[in-house]
């Protein structure tokens, strides 16, 4: 089966990801239910294990959404392990030169593109359909960068040109840190590094993404107005704190609001 993900990367289309922390496949089959183009298993922050990615990736099979893995670190196991488990897309993190994006590339590729070993997994159903597998993988298996430091907007020119980037994402909490103006989302140094990180994937062509924690329709608007293809929206753990206090605050107010008219009833 095309992945759909990846086409549309290639072609700068839009595609709206969710992202999980909670490693329950639960979580996975209400947003493939829900009709999210790709869904992201966060193995960096999150605390999910391999085990646990492969069950929700199983949880995905059923629906079109494509199962993406972002990695912990730009290391070969990783990258090996979650393509085995059956991950149709990486988000490498941490990517500052076009050295380490080939190196990415390269472990996630078969020869002769890349490096990356034979063997039976889950992603050939242990072999079962192993040929197949095999002779597309390469084609099917999306790569995205993650820009995420100020190195990686020097190179980032360097970094597009690669054979097999499909796209890069900006990290700009990581992005401010390291240029030693943690969470100031709005110094005109952090300003002019996002201007120079559009304006070169629009130059190469190259689809670009960003994570909206807090998603609502203005910030939805502006990052598509300025060309944001690849959008992550919310964050399950936030989806239910938030919706855990509008919820309680509401009901609170209510009980407070009928107490009040049930006082004056009484007077």
């Known amino acids: 089966m095309e992945n759909l993900f990846r086409k549309s990367l290639i072609e700068r289309k839009l595609t709206l990801g969710a992202w999980m922390q909670i490693g329950h496949p639960a979580i996975a089959e209400i947003y493939g239910r829900r009709g999210f183009d790709w869904v992201c298993v966060d193995l960096e922050h999150g605390l999910i294990d391999i085990e646990t990615m492969a069950d929700i990736f199983r949880a995905l099979e059923k629906y079109k959404s494509i199962p993406v893995a972002r990695l912990p670190a730009n290391n070969p196991v990783w990258i090996h392990r979650c393509l085995d488990a059956g991950a149709k897309g990486l988000i ?12 990415a590339i390269c472990e996630a590729k078969y ?23 095999v002779k597309t993988a390469n084609d099917e298996t999306a790569m995205i960068m993650q820009i995420e430091h100020e190195d990686a907007i020097r190179n980032l020119g360097e970094i597009l040109c690669i054979d ?53 329709k203005e910030r939805i608007r502006e990052a598509v107005d300025l060309g ?26 209510s009980y407070n609001a009928w ?8 007077t």
């Open 228 to 253: 944001y293809t690849i959008i992550a929206l919310g964050l399950d753990t936030v989806m239910i704190d938030e919706s855990s206090k509008t919820l309680r605050n509401e009901a609170v107010r």
């Open 259 to 266: 107490k009040k008219c049930a006082r004056k009833t009484h």
């Open 111 to 133: 020869p002769p593109r890349g490096i990356r070993g034979f063997g039976y997994s889950r992603a050939n159903i242990h072999g079962i359909d192993f040929d197949r597998y």
């Open 164 to 216: 097999g980037v499909d796209g890069v994402f900006i990290g700009p909490l990581d992005l401010s840190g390291s240029m030693g103006i943690p969470g100031q989302m709005k110094h005109p140094d952090m300003l002019r590094a996002l201007d120079i990180f559009r304006k070169l994937c629009l130059e190469k062509n190259k689809s670009f993404g960003l994570h909206i924690i807090h998603p609502d």
């Open 92 to 103: 490498i993190p941490m990517v500052k030169t076009a050295e380490e994006a080939e190196s």
